[in-house]
Nanobody, 114 residues
Framework: QAQLVESGGGLVQAGGSLRLSCTAS????????MAWYRQAPGKQRELVAR???????NYADSVKGRFTISRDNAKNTMWLQMNSLKPEDTAVYYC????????WGQGIQVTVSS
């Protein structure tokens, strides 16, 4: 059974940093396209960053230069390093995996205070 578990969220002041982790089980992690999405209150869920099985990355314009996505296939783990956080980054962040099927984590809250 596939499972994605996020960790590392919390409350941080504007300008601070957080590192989110996503650990996967029950999937062939190395072949999956992994991504982080987020959903703020009253807004649609949006793609934050994506990393291919080969390590190619894509970012939303709003986080370019501030966030870095990475993965370690040997550890079945993906990270999102978030620097220079802004209040508008406040949202629930979701880890996703996609290959033949799509899987979502339960989400983790990130709150950035001004």
């Amino acid at each position: 059974q596939a499972q994605l578990v996020e960790s590392g969220g919390g409350l941080v002041q504007a300008g601070g940093s957080l590192r989110l982790s996503c650990t996967a089980s029950g999937i062939i992690f190395s072949v999956n396209i992994m991504a982080w999405y987020r959903q703020a209150p009253g807004k649609q869920r949006e793609l934050v960053a994506r990393i291919s099985s080969g390590g190619s990355t894509n970012y939303a314009d709003s986080v370019k230069g501030r966030f870095t996505i990475s993965r370690d296939n040997a550890k079945n783990t993906m990270w999102l390093q978030m620097n220079s956080l802004k209040p508008e980054d406040t949202a629930v962040y979701y880890c996703t995996a996609r290959w033949s099927n799509s899987y979502w984590g339960q989400g983790i809250q990130v709150t950035v205070s001004s």
